[in-house]
Nanobody, 120 residues
Framework: QVQLVESGGGLVQAGGSLRLSCAAS????????MGWYRQAPGKQRELVAA???????NYADSVKGRFIISRDNAENTVYLQMNSLKPEDTAVYLC??????????????WGQGTQVTVSS
């Protein structure tokens, strides 16, 4: 069993910053990629940013230059620093991890989500 625990969401004014954290624990041999997705009401879930175990990153065009994803491999934790937030960034942010279990099975797991609300 693998669990992702997210934290750091909240309410912030436009132009402000928030930092999200997501820690993975459980039956994990290694984690390949970790990422943040978001889902706003009435919209499809979309990738915000992802990072591989070697540090390669991928960002949605809408957040490039404003958000920074990073990870601590030793702690199985991924962070999302969100700067210059806009009202359109309002959504539930969900963490995802693609990992290899000790039984050498590749699996994917999602966190429960954390709400980010940006007021204008």
């Amino acid at each position: 069993q693998v669990q992702l625990v997210e934290s750091g969401g909240g309410l912030v004014q436009a132009g402000g910053s928030l930092r999200l954290s997501c820690a993975a624990s459980g039956n994990i041999f290694s984690i390949n990629s970790m990422g943040w997705y978001r889902q706003a009401p009435g919209k499809q879930r979309e990738l915000v940013a992802a990072i591989t175990s070697s540090g390669s990153t991928n960002y949605a065009d809408s957040v490039k230059g404003r958000f920074i994803i990073s990870r601590d491999n030793a702690e199985n934790t991924v962070y999302l620093q969100m700067n210059s937030l806009k009202p359109e960034d309002t959504a539930v942010y969900l963490c995802n991890a693609d990992y290899l279990s000790y039984s050498k099975t590749y699996l994917s797991v999602w966190g429960q989500g954390t709400q980010v609300t940006v007021s204008s």
